[in-house]
């Protein structure tokens, strides 16, 4: 019995540390990001790593140029074909949505969006985790192309 409660608990401990934003994690995360925007030609900028495990919404800023092409990729534990329950939306210094990694007719979130900057400004990168994602850990990457 002391066995299997032992099993149990180790069990557990191992699936809340699977879960936890490990910098190991996070670097091969990052790796993934960075692998999706090399064949597209683009430059890495700059990375965030996202823990949402206390807070399911998650914003920052960043300055774009204009006449620049940006391209933001995600990247979590999830394969590619299945990534899902993570909205990314991209605002301006007004406050307006721009553009947004789902696809409603097909009902899926893409894992990389891009877009073409036509004023330069500040810019809100927003984060969006849905109730039934089990994965907080998220690397998110910008990259450029001129």
């Known amino acids: 019995m002391k066995r299997?409660?032992?099993?149990?608990?180790?069990?557990?401990?191992?699936?809340?540390?699977?879960?936890?934003?490990?910098?190991?994690?996070?670097?091969?995360?990052?790796?993934?990001?960075?692998?999706?925007?090399?064949?597209?030609?683009?430059?890495f900028l700059k990375s965030y790593r996202i823990d949402a495990s206390s807070n399911k919404t998650v914003e920052y800023s960043y300055i774009f140029n204009r006449g620049q092409t940006y391209m933001i990729t995600f990247a979590n534990e999830s394969n590619p074909k299945e990534f899902s329950g993570i909205l990314f939306e991209l605002f301006d210094s007004s406050r307006r949505k721009l553009i947004d990694n789902?696809?409603?007719?097909?009902?899926?979130?893409?894992?990389?969006?891009?877009f073409r900057c036509s004023q330069t400004g500040i810019y809100h990168l927003k984060f969006t985790f849905e109730p039934s994602v089990k994965d907080y850990c998220l690397v998110s990457v910008v990259g450029f192309k001129r």
């Open 4 to 43: 299997y409660v032992l099993l149990f608990f180790l069990l557990i401990g191992g699936a809340a540390y699977a879960q936890q934003c490990t910098p190991e994690v996070m670097r091969e995360y990052t790796r993934k990001c960075v692998n999706q925007l090399r064949p597209r030609g683009y430059t």
């Open 102 to 114: 789902y696809n409603p007719s097909l009902k899926q979130y893409r894992t990389a969006v891009a």
